[in-house]
T-cell receptor, first 116, second 112 residues
């Protein structure tokens, strides 16, 4: 199994509070991703990173920020959580180099966030 | 319109049935197609991938691509209760972007 750890795995918080989810990898993969998964919507990309301090937005980035100060860590921050951000959040990593034709993603176990 | 469309199901079949899971895609530039399997409360994991048109077989699983109709299929023979999961089709990123596009996923239930 790819070495990906997400923390916390479960969190309940209140509207308006800041929340940070952490993704830690031991694979030294270049690309890291944050997705959210909701019924009826599938996996939606929030932000991704293609290197230390190199990040970009995905399709649902509003209300989220990310940081990657080390290869192994990718943080997702909800500055002021809202009920619409209640979801399951998945971190993924990818080798994403010229030898990887498919760019297979390896996913973490997910972080279940509830915003009351 | 999403670039990859997939019926969410659920699809419920008896054990031993042949299962057909399908996706359509809109961008003819896609060359590779992948199927991920996601068990309940777990992250998705790559099941198999196939390139362009044709079939690829792996045990009880066959992936098929029809580029003329932009149709992707996953067939499961002799389905087992352990195959119960959500199956997501996906295409890798274009132009070296490494940003894959996922379908919404189809929930499959195989009952004994």
């Amino acid at each position: 199994d790819a070495g990906i750890t997400q923390s916390p795995r479960h969190k309940v918080t209140e509207t308006g509070t800041p929340v940070t989810l952490r993704c830690h990898q031991t694979e030294n993969h270049r690309y890291m991703y944050w997705y959210r998964q909701d019924p009826g919507h599938g996996l939606r990309l929030i932000h991704y990173s293609y290197g230390v301090k190199d990040t970009d937005k995905g399709e649902v980035s509003d209300g989220y920020s990310v940081s990657r100060s080390k290869t192994e860590d990718f943080l997702l921050t909800l500055e002021s959580a809202t009920s619409s951000q209640t979801s399951v959040y998945f971190c993924a990593i990818s080798e994403a180099d010229l030898t990887s034709l498919t760019g297979e993603l390896f996913f973490g176990e997910g972080s279940r966030l509830t915003v009351l | 319109q999403k670039e990859v469309e997939q019926d969410p199901g659920p699809l419920s079949v008896p054990e031993g049935a042949i299962v057909s899971l399908n996706c359509t895609y809109s961008n003819s530039a896609f060359q590779y197609f992948m199927w991920y399997r996601q068990y309940s409360r777990k992250g998705p994991e790559l099941l198999m991938y196939t390139y362009s048109s044709g079939n690829k077989e792996d045990g009880r699983f066959t992936a098929q691509v029809d580029k003329s109709s932009k149709y992707i299929s996953l067939f499961i023979r002799d389905s087992q209760p352990s195959d119960s999961a959500t199956y997501l089709c996906a295409t890798p990123g274009l132009g070296g972007s490494y940003i894959p596009t996922f379908g919404r996923g189809t929930s499959l239930i195989v009952h004994p």
